[in-house]
């Protein structure tokens, strides 16, 4: 069967104002002829906006909650106003939008916080697939606008749903095809799903890009392509590092390994639904869409400079038995399920006879809950705010620049890869009397 449907996903910063989503429309012009599902998350920063909002709702601060989103709506009002005439319609159905986070206001905090965020902060991604859906209409580009919560079904763990595959594969061939068969093409909103119950969940921070290897897999496109700000995926983040270069071709497994210790130009779930279905993955510009970009697939030749990815919000746990029992033998498993259960990304770890170290993600207050569950039976040091740094392909001279300035309070080497777990020195100032 001859493959001709394409996945192109965008980003916050591609549509984080009027001229970025014309922009986005320009590119879109390129591909008038072809059958496009298009993904587009929240606009700039909203998502982290609307975190404000859950938290400020959650700490009963109702008002300055309702001011936040306002603020938002107005936002968002402001960036149509550059885009559509007074009185389309678009304005009415992003206001019926915004009214049903608003109408999570009204009620008191909700005991399950996460519940309550992916009921909110949805809001983002929905109102920005309706402005930009609107707009390609507008400029003549016949465009469908499709709810990700008809098609993707996740288990009921809020704010970082796991996809139900044989469910979601149903529906969307239920809903999809029949509007792939229409001109035009189809839009969806990024991050955002459902539980069996019709209650909104969210994939994770940054979950877009997954969104959109859902949809390729799902519907056998012949290619995805997520449009960055970047030119492609680098050796290292350009914000932090000055002199990184383009990687033309990336191998899957490279890929899956930079991106799950930390590069953050795709999200790491990103990889596996397209290898399973050897789809190639593009990363381009969309500042100049003409360029390379950097192409992801399974035939790739795997020569690689030294890459580096730097993880923050890092921590240490070194968990020791009170008994003096190994804890190889008698607890790793133990560990191990209440670790998964907390849903806790570990990046590192290593075990002596009574103690075992692991290093994770640091996010909300996963670890304490973690330590909570462990602590009457094992004794636990914890460090918080470091970082991981792992370089791939690594060289002594890269390795030791990396480190200069650096406490590394634990390391692991294996073959062209090493991981330092580091935190800064502190700089201690003092004066010679
Ligand atoms: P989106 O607009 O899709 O949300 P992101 O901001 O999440 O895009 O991802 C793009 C950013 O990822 C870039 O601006 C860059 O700073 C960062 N980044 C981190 N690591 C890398 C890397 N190895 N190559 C390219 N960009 C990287
Ligand atoms: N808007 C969501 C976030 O900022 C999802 C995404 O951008 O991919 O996390
Ligand atoms: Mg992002």
């Known amino acids: 069967m001859k493959k001709t449907l394409k996945v192109f996903k965008f980003g916050g910063a591609s549509i984080k104002d009027a001229d970025s989503i014309k922009n986005v429309a320009s590119i879109l012009e390129r591909f008038r002829e072809e059958k496009l599902i298009i993904i587009v998350s929240a606009m700039g920063k909203t998502t982290n906006a609307l975190e404000k909002v859950v938290s400020a709702h959650n700490y009963g601060n109702t008002e300055l909650a309702r001011q936040l989103l306002d603020d938002l709506k107005k936002a968002h009002y402001q960036i149509m106003d550059a885009l559509f005439e007074p009185g389309d319609e678009v304005y009415s159905i992003v206001n019926d939008t915004f009214v049903e986070s608003e109408w999570v206001l009204d009620e008191p905090p909700h005991e399950n916080y996460d519940f309550m965020y992916d009921q909110i902060i949805c809001v983002g991604e929905l109102a920005a697939s309706r402005i930009v859906s609107s707009y390609l209409n507008r400029r003549g580009l016949r465009t469908q606008w499709l709810d990700a919560r008809d098609v993707i079904l996740t288990d009921d763990i809020y704010r970082e ?5 044989e469910e979601t594969e149903e529906r969307y061939a239920h809903k999809v095809p029949p509007m792939l068969e229409s001109p035009g093409f189809v839009l969806t909103q990024g991050f955002i799903a459902t539980t069996s119950e019709n209650a909104t969940t969210t994939l994770g921070r940054e979950g877009s890009d997954y969104t959109a290897a859902i949809f390729s897999h799902l519907s056998d ?3 995805m392509t997520i449009w960055k700000d970047v030119p492609g995926v680098l050796t290292a983040d350009p914000r932090i590092f000055d002199n990184v270069s383009k990687l033309d071709r990336l191998s899957y497994k490279e890929a899956i390994e930079m991106t799950y210790y930390g590069a953050t130009v795709i999200h790491p779930k990103t990889i596996k639904p397209l290898q399973n279905k ?6 381009k510009s969309f500042v100049n869409p003409d360029g390379e970009g950097t192409v992801i697939s399974g035939d790739v030749e795997e ?3 030294p890459i580096v990815t730097i993880e923050r919000n890092q921590a240490l746990l070194q968990i020791s038995t009170r008994d003096f029992s190994f804890v190889a033998e008698h607890h790793i498993s133990q560990l191990f399920t209440l670790i998964a259960d907390q849903r806790l990304q570990v990046n590192m770890m290593q075990n002596s006879a009574i103690s075992f170290s692991v290093c994770v993600n ?9 330590i909570g569950h462990i602590e009457k039976n094992f004794k636990v040091i914890l460090d918080r705010e470091l970082q991981l740094i792992t370089v791939r392909h690594y060289t002594e001279e890269v390795l030791q ?3 200069g300035g650096k406490i590394v309070m634990m390391e692991e080497r294996s073959r062209g890869t090493v991981q330092v777990v580091v935190k800064d020195v502190p700089v201690i100032s003092w004066k010679a009397s």
């Not at 749903?161 to 595959?165: D, H, N």
């Open 303 to 305: 020569v690689y400079p």
């Open 278 to 283: 050897s789809i190639p993955l593009y990363v």
């Open 362 to 370: 640091d996010t909300d207050d996963k670890v304490l809950r973690f």
């Open 221 to 223: 496109a012949e290619s």
């Open 401 to 403: 620049n990396l480190l």
């Open 161 to 165: 749903g796991w996809v139900q595959w």
